[in-house]
């Protein structure tokens, strides 16, 4: 077992309290985003509501991963702590440093080589701090934290932009910087600008040609390559339902490129399902018992433009494959509508 299901198991015992607290502070329904960050607050229960978009806000992520470029100079600061142990489960994914140029085979023996000195501070600092180390070779990082560490309603920080792919377990997941991990490891509150909140319905479903990445395109799209700045995007309907759980981590991932700080779906039974065959039933069953929190209050998505800063509605149902760019992620362009665009660029 690689996850901390005591952590979990914590984590949910302290969330009704405190959504609680939060929901008579604000005075309103609660969407799913900030049940979780209120959830996560430094100070414990609320004490007053945050203006989104204007409140600076400590909060206490659950975890921390890193990759390996940027977790050298993150451990070489926490190494001046002057900590014995890293204060939240933390890990280390030895995945950006392999070079793609041959195959598989042979660019991880060249970077096992040409990297040796890096890999090796790395493993030593991370046996001795107790931190989780997974050698080159192991797994792309966002992909092993999906599958191995995230939990629904849990909040974590991450140095790698797509941190963002455990939204799709129903986790608040952000990409930062290596002073950011370095303060959370050492038990020092994390800081974040209250979020703005961006609502996504989903009615529909995907057809047989359609996959969850033309979703994440279709809103690129529409919000451009900045639209998400200062706000979490948060999916909800019942399209939403219907997609898998790895295919709501595939449209979460690509939230970055819309400059989300982070984007995330509720809780249901595909995470069940997903939780379940990775070998993490009892996390499941964890869930199962609070899905109620882990989704966002049902008068939220009867009257989205009330609590959402911007609504965007998308029938998958209608929903074409997409083809981005070139140049920009949010040149969108329908496959139905790619061979106009081909003959005439500026139209």
């Known amino acids: 077992m690689v996850f901390d299901l005591e952590m979990i198991k914590g984590v949910y015992t302290r969330m009704a309290e405190r959504i609680e607290a939060a929901r008579k502070v604000v005075n309103r329904p609660l969407t799913l985003t900030e049940k979780i960050l209120y959830a996560h607050l430094d100070e414990g229960l609320a004490r007053k509501a945050y203006e989104k978009g204007v409140s600076y806000v400590d909060f206490n992520p659950d975890r921390v991963a890193m990759q390996d470029a940027t977790a050298q100079m993150a451990l070489l600061q926490f190494m001046q702590a002057g900590k014995e142990k890293v204060a939240v489960p933390s890990t280390v994914h030895c995945d950006h440093l392999i070079q793609a140029k041959v195959g598989a085979k042979e660019d991880l023996e060249t970077a096992v080589i040409s990297n040796r000195e890096v890999y090796d501070f790395l493993a030593s600092v991370s046996n001795k701090y107790g931190i989780g180390f997974w050698k080159p070779g192991a797994g792309i990082i966002h992909q092993v934290v999906l599958e191995n560490y995230a939990f629904p309603g849990g909040m974590m ?20 910087g290596g002073a950011d991990a370095v303060d959370v490891m050492a038990g020092m509150p994390w800081e974040l600008k209250f979020p703005k909140l961006i609502g996504i319905k989903l009615t529909g479903k995907l057809s047989g040609w359609t996959s969850a990445k033309d979703v994440i395109l279709k809103v690129a799209g529409i919000l451009t390559v900045k639209g998400g700045t200062g706000a979490i995007v948060e999916y909800f309907g019942e399209g939403a339902q219907n997609i898998s759980c790895t295919g709501k981590g595939t449209i979460c991932n690509m939230g970055a490129e819309i400059g989300a700080t982070t984007s995330i779906f509720g809780y249901g039974e595909k995470m069940a399902e997903y939780l379940r065959s990775t070998g993490r039933a009892e996390v499941a069953n964890e869930a199962d018992n609070i899905k109620d929190h882990l989704n966002g209050d049902p008068e939220v998505y009867a009257n989205p433009e009330k609590y959402f800063d911007q609504v965007i509605e998308i029938n998958l149902s209608e929903l074409e494959p997409h083809i981005n760019g070139p140049f920009s992620p949010d040149l969108a362009t329908p496959v139905s509508k790619f061979a106009e665009a081909v003959k005439d660029p500026a139209a």
């Open 157 to 176: 920080i991450g140095t790698d932009s797509h941190t963002v792919n455990a939204g799709g377990l129903v986790m608040i997941a952000i990409g930062v």
